[in-house]
């Protein structure tokens, strides 16, 4: 009887303790099914947002004679007077040309907004009036419009300005400013967008970020696409707003410009010969002129694939006339460097083809009729569609705006120079010490 009455109480304990757990069970994990989903959002890490802030720009204030004087010296000259009145406050207005960044990006900076840290406001940097708070230093010389001035003579036939001398006024100003020996240039911003502009002075400013268009000019020690930027040139001809497909687009290649070039440019005389005689292949020889670009607009309209064989540099406005027509660029130039590589891949966009093979009578034409279906031309200009903006130099979010990301992203990397430099024992070798990336060459007889 007493082990009875005590076993009545235990099972019924038992039962009580089995039933709180199969209670607690069911709350905790009501669809035993779903146990692995539950588990794995339970344990799923939380999203970390990281908000950059801009990276602080300062603009010097250069002596007038290096940005607002030399468009007043090519006013000058193209017209043999001044750009302003005596005491007159408007500003003179820069002489629009393919070399436009050096432009736009100065009149970026200029805005007055730029001296507002927003963030999400679009741009990657800000502009301070406070050297102290910067992160970079930006250097407002107009180099590529110098350098045209330069090449534009007197009535007589005499040389009237001297870009040599402008280059070295320059750097002699500079070297003097504390911020620039505080870390031997390393932070400083460069526009030398045309290939032979700053080249008198290039090896005492070589250790700035440059923007320029290409390493063609450049040894190995000056320029790089590490510390760099590469920047599109501002097209010529008016941006194609039409749609996509080929319909309209009754020739097969289109190309108008100077057939006779230096260096890498003879290619173009040799494609001349191959092309010319081509019933569906527009390919004339031109000069820069209204009438020109009116042709070269009309033609790259209505045509499917644009060449764009090499100059006396591997690069040029040409390329970036064909993007913003949706006319797919046939690359000719082993050497060629490109902008925004980042965001944009331009196997998309254009097909490269390596000078020995584009050279082989009837290769082109051929492998453009036979190879490259209208289906595929279609895919070519809606990915130009989407990325055309970012040739655009008067885009808010534009070619200015991928600029000043690209810089922007440099500045790790000037951080790590400088400290670098600082801790480094000198050394003197017999070749220069290239410490980068170089320039790339066309390995594959076609990419697309």
Same mark, same amino acid.
């Given at each position: 009887?007493?082990?009875?009455?005590?076993?009545?109480?235990?099972?019924?304990?038992?039962?009580?303790?089995?039933?709180?757990?199969?209670?607690?069970?069911?709350f905790?994990?009501?669809? =035993?099914?779903?146990?692995?989903?539950?588990?794995?959002?339970?344990? #799923?890490?939380? #999203?970390?947002?990281? +908000?950059k802030?801009?990276?602080?720009?300062?603009?010097?204030?250069?002596?007038?004679?290096?940005?607002?004087?030399?468009? !007043?010296?090519?006013?000058? @000259?193209? &017209?043999?007077?001044?750009?302003?009145?005596?005491?007159?406050?408007?500003?003179?207005?820069?002489?629009?040309?393919?070399?436009?960044?050096?432009?736009?990006?100065?009149a $970026?900076?200029?805005?007055?907004?730029?001296?507002?840290?927003?963030?999400?406001?679009?741009?990657?940097? !800000?502009?301070?009036?406070?050297? !102290?708070?910067?992160?970079?230093f930006?250097?407002?010389?107009?180099?590529?419009?110098s350098?045209?001035?330069?090449? +534009?003579?007197?009535?007589?036939?005499?040389?009237?300005?001297?870009? /040599?001398?402008?280059?070295?006024?320059?750097? /002699?100003?500079?070297?003097?400013?504390?911020?620039?020996?505080?870390?031997?240039?390393?932070?400083?911003?460069?526009?030398?967008?045309?290939?032979?502009?700053?080249?008198?002075?290039?090896?005492?400013?070589?250790?700035?970020?440059?923007?320029?268009? $290409?390493?063609?000019?450049?040894?190995q020690?000056?320029?790089?696409?590490?510390?760099?930027v590469i920047?599109?040139?501002?097209?010529?001809?008016?941006?194609?707003?039409?749609?996509?497909?080929v319909?309209?687009? #009754?020739?097969?290649?289109?190309?108008?410009?100077? %057939?006779? %070039?230096?260096?890498?440019?003879?290619?173009?005389?040799?494609?001349?010969?191959?092309?010319?005689?081509?019933?569906?292949?527009? *390919?004339? &020889?031109?000069?820069?002129?209204? !009438?020109?670009?009116?042709?070269?607009?009309?033609?790259?309209?209505?045509?499917?694939?644009?060449?764009? =064989?090499?100059?006396d540099?591997?690069?040029?406005? %040409?390329?970036?006339?064909? +993007? @913003?027509?949706?006319? *797919?660029?046939?690359?000719?130039?082993?050497?060629?460097?490109?902008?925004f590589?980042?965001?944009?891949?331009?196997?998309?966009?254009? *097909?490269? @083809?390596?000078?020995?093979?584009?050279?082989?009578?009837?290769?082109?034409?051929?492998?453009?009729?036979n190879?490259?279906?209208?289906?595929?031309? @279609? /895919?070519?200009?809606?990915?130009?569609?989407?990325?055309?903006?970012?040739?655009?130099?008067?885009?808010p979010?534009?070619?200015?705006?991928?600029?000043w990301?690209?810089?922007?992203?440099?500045?790790?990397?000037?951080?790590?120079?400088? &400290? %670098?430099?600082?801790?480094?024992?000198?050394?003197?070798?017999?070749?220069?010490?290239?410490?980068?990336?170089?320039?790339? &060459?066309?390995?594959?007889?076609i990419?697309?």
């Amino acid at each position: 009887m007493g082990r009875k009455s005590i076993l009545k109480p235990v099972l019924t304990a038992l039962l009580f303790i089995v039933a709180c757990y199969a209670s607690f069970n069911a709350f905790y994990y009501p669809n =035993p099914g779903n146990l692995d989903s539950t588990l794995s959002m339970k344990n #799923k890490p939380k #999203k970390i947002i990281i +908000i950059k802030s801009p990276v602080k720009v300062y603009m010097y204030d250069l002596p007038r004679r290096f940005t607002y004087g030399v468009i !007043e010296s090519y006013s000058a @000259v193209r &017209h043999q007077g001044p750009v302003n009145v005596h005491g007159s406050s408007a500003l003179p207005k820069y002489p629009g040309n393919q070399y436009s960044a050096e432009w736009y990006l100065f009149a $970026d900076l200029k805005r007055p907004d730029r001296f507002v840290s927003v963030h999400g406001s679009g741009s990657p940097i !800000e502009r301070v009036l406070d050297p !102290e708070k910067a992160d970079l230093f930006y250097v407002p010389f107009f180099s590529s419009l110098s350098l045209v001035v330069n090449q +534009i003579k007197s009535g007589s036939g005499h040389a009237v300005y001297s870009d /040599e001398e402008t280059q070295e006024g320059l750097v /002699e100003w500079l070297e003097k400013q504390v911020y620039w020996k505080r870390n031997n240039g390393w932070d400083h911003i460069f526009v030398c967008e045309d290939p032979s502009a700053l080249n008198k002075v290039v090896d005492r400013i070589k250790n700035g970020i440059l923007l320029v268009s $290409d390493f063609w000019r450049l040894r190995q020690d000056q320029g790089s696409l590490v510390k760099d930027v590469i920047l599109p040139y501002s097209h010529r001809i008016r941006t194609f707003d039409g749609e996509v497909g080929v319909e309209s687009r #009754k020739s097969l290649i289109f190309f108008m410009g100077n %057939r006779y %070039r230096k260096e890498g440019g003879k290619i173009r005389d040799m494609l001349f010969q191959i092309l010319e005689k081509e019933d569906d292949v527009i *390919i004339k &020889h031109g000069v820069q002129s209204i !009438e020109s670009r009116r042709i070269a607009s009309q033609g790259m309209h209505t045509s499917k694939f644009c060449l764009h =064989p090499a100059g006396d540099t591997p690069s040029a406005c %040409r390329l970036f006339d064909a +993007i @913003v027509s949706l006319c *797919i660029p046939i690359i000719v130039s082993d050497y060629i460097e490109l902008p925004f590589e980042d965001i944009i891949n331009y196997r998309k966009i254009a *097909i490269f @083809v390596d000078t020995n093979t584009a050279l082989k009578p009837g290769f082109l034409v051929n492998f453009l009729r036979n190879e490259v279906s209208s289906e595929r031309i @279609v /895919e070519f200009q809606k990915e130009m569609k989407k990325v055309k903006h970012y040739f655009e130099y008067d885009d808010p979010n534009g070619t200015v705006n991928q600029i000043w990301r690209q810089v922007s992203q440099k500045l790790p990397l000037i951080k790590q120079m400088i &400290h %670098r430099e600082r801790r480094r024992i000198k050394k003197y070798l017999a070749e220069p010490d290239c410490s980068c990336l170089c320039s790339n &060459h066309t390995e594959a007889v076609i990419n697309m």
